[in-house]
Nanobody, 124 residues
Framework: QVTLVESGGGLVQAGGSLRLACAAS????????KAWFRQAPGKEREFVAA????????YYTDSVKGRFTISRDNAKNTVYLQMNSLKPEDTAVYYC?????????????????WGQGTQVTVSS
C-alpha cells in the first residue's frame, strides 16, 4: 500500500523555523510531482508549495514566497518544506500530497495521494 508520512511539525515562536519532511513508501513516488498544503481550524485546505518530479521547477503561494522552500531528495524518497520567518497565521495542519499525472499541480483534485498531516503551531 502506498503511503506518505509527514514529520517535523511542532510549536515554534514567531520568527522561528521548522523543516517538514514527507517520506513516501514506494519508489514510484520519485516520478510524481509533490506539494504541501495546509489547513487551519475552520478553514479550507489551501495550497502552499509544489515541486516537479525532477525538482527543477517549484511554485509557491504568494503568502509564503521568500520564507518557505520546497525541495526533494529522490534518493531518499522524501520531499521537504523549509519554513523560515514563521508567523502566527502559518499555524495549521500541513499535508504533503503526490500527483502522478500533473507536472505542476496546485489544485486539490490534481493529487491522488495524501499524508495524514503534521501540526505546525506558531505562537506570537
Amino acid at each position: 500500500q502506498v503511503t506518505l508520512v509527514e514529520s517535523g511539525g511542532g510549536l515554534v515562536q514567531a520568527g522561528g523555523s521548522l523543516r517538514l519532511a514527507c517520506a513516501a513508501s514506494t519508489r514510484p513516488f520519485n516520478t510524481y510531482a509533490k506539494a504541501w498544503f495546509r489547513q487551519a481550524p475552520g478553514k479550507e485546505r489551501e495550497f502552499v508549495a509544489a515541486i516537479s518530479w525532477t525538482g527543477g521547477n517549484t511554485y509557491y503561494t504568494d503568502s509564503v514566497k521568500g520564507r518557505f522552500t520546497i525541495s526533494r531528495d529522490n534518493a531518499k524518497n522524501t520531499v521537504y518544506l523549509q519554513m523560515n520567518s514563521l508567523k502566527p497565521e502559518d499555524t495549521a495542519v500541513y499535508y504533503c500530497a503526490a500527483s502522478p499525472t500533473v507536472t505542476m499541480p496546485t489544485r486539490l483534485d490534481e493529487f491522488d495521494y495524501w499524508g495524514q498531516g503534521t501540526q505546525v503551531t506558531v505562537s506570537s
